[in-house]
């Protein structure tokens, strides 16, 4: 590496004898550049030591980090977990003709003015191809979160199965940059990780991690925050989906939201989906059709 010296020469012996042995070699290891008049040196020198610098300036950069062995040893390229996933998804959403689950809703906030907690009991019910129905079997604690948080978040749901915003909220390229970014081994096996960021802005699309069974290539967990704040008094929020295997169909299992308030208090709401019922429109009529989440009743 080329060491330079920056400002005047320090006075010795037989000064110029050694300038003249230095600059006579071909093999030049320092540059006094105190010594330089710029205005005097002709271009190809001073060109010299600008690229020099240079050199040791692009040196000094920090490398970027080679991609981890859990990247490089995936079978499957992004593009074709990608392709895999919306493939399996269309086949699962065509044989899927009906649902019938129990969701318990409950959210926590502790924070200014005052601690509030609400919990919901819901009966939901899906139809093919794309109608939700919701009957609330019991509600407690606070009728503010009741009325303003979980009734919103039912209508919210209802209107996302309207075809242009089901079809703007997948989970492909359209509405995505996808990087694969893990291959991974779980409880369910290997699983590819994928970051997802949205094209475009909206309450119902988010960035973060999404993990793919390596084998059904369905979705089975989530780490994401949306993609724009929901509310003026939220400073921030995260929420983390998982998902599980009811027949031959990855539903959900359990939800968590966490958001903190701008007034200094933090919002937990959790959903829990119990008593799975599922048609499969694949499966004869007088096979069993009902399953419930493994350990619930």
């Given at each position: 590496m ?34 330089i ?117 039912l ?87 998982e ?19 701008r ?21 004869s ?7 419930s ?5």
């Amino acid at each position: 590496m080329q060491r330079f010296e920056i400002g005047p020469k320090k006075a010795g012996p037989n000064t110029a004898d050694l300038n003249r042995s230095e600059h006579s070699r071909t093999d030049v290891t320092r540059i006094n550049l105190g010594q330089i008049d710029f205005g005097k040196t002709t271009a190809p020198l001073v060109l010299a030591a600008i690229t020099l610098i240079a050199w040791v300036n692009v040196l000094a950069q920090p490398v970027a980090p080679a991609l981890p062995p859990s990247i490089t040893t995936a079978p499957l390229s992004v593009d074709q977990v990608v392709n895999n996933l919306i493939r399996k998804d269309a086949e699962r959403a065509q044989a899927l003709r009906h649902y019938q689950a129990t969701r318990i809703y409950h959210l926590s906030y502790r924070g200014f003015p005052s601690d509030h907690d609400a919990e919901m009991i819901v009966e939901a019910t899906y139809d093919s191809p794309s109608t939700k129905r919701f009957r609330i079997v019991s509600q407690q604690g606070s009728k503010l979160i009741v009325d303003h948080v979980f009734k919103r978040l039912l209508q919210s749901e209802e209107e996302a199965t309207e075809p242009e915003i089901r079809d703007n909220m997948m989970l492909n390229r359209s509405n995505y940059d996808i990087a694969l970014v893990g291959y991974e081994s779980s409880g369910h096996g290997k699983q590819y990780v994928l970051y997802v960021t949205p094209k475009e802005m909206s309450k119902y699309v988010y960035r973060g991690k999404v993990w793919v069974d390596a084998t059904d290539f369905a979705v089975t967990r989530i780490d994401a925050e949306p993609a724009r704040n929901p509310s003026f008094w939220t400073k921030r929020s995260e929420f983390h989906h998982e998902y599980m295997k009811v027949q031959d169909f990855w539903l959900p299992c359990r939800n968590e939201s966490v958001s903190q308030v701008r007034l200094g208090g933090r919002a937990t709401l959790t959903i829990e989906y119990r008593n799975y019922h599922v048609v499969d429109s694949r499966v004869s009529l007088n096979a069993p059709t009902a399953a419930s989440a493994p350990g619930i009743r």
